[in-house]
């Protein structure tokens, strides 16, 4: 019996490599969890950065305000022209 923690692949698992492989020790363990800290905390600021992205009301609200200035800036110019006349 192991007194310090181990991990091992699952009983089910029946494949070859898997049968193979043996348990990750103390050490082991402790090397991939500062790894899975790592990729954790860069998953977590990618998901910082991009979530303003897929706020999809806002960005809605945003495209609606654009979409507005377009339209209201198309109808200003218009204004300004003389009417064209056929001569």
């Not at 979530?51 to 109808?75: G, H, M, T, W, Y």
Request: aromatic share 4%.
């Amino acid at each position: 019996m192991e007194i310090l923690p181990s991990l091992k692949p699952n009983r089910l698992d029946l494949r070859k490599k898997t049968l193979k492989q043996t348990r990750f020790q103390i050490d082991e363990l402790g090397d991939f969890i500062k790894d899975l800290a790592a990729v954790s905390d860069a998953t977590s600021e990618l998901t910082d950065r991009t979530e303003p992205i897929f706020n999809a009301e806002a960005l809605a609200e945003r495209i609606r305000k654009v979409k507005q200035s377009a339209l209201d800036l198309v109808a200003k110019q218009q204004q300004k022209q003389p009417p064209s006349g056929n001569g």
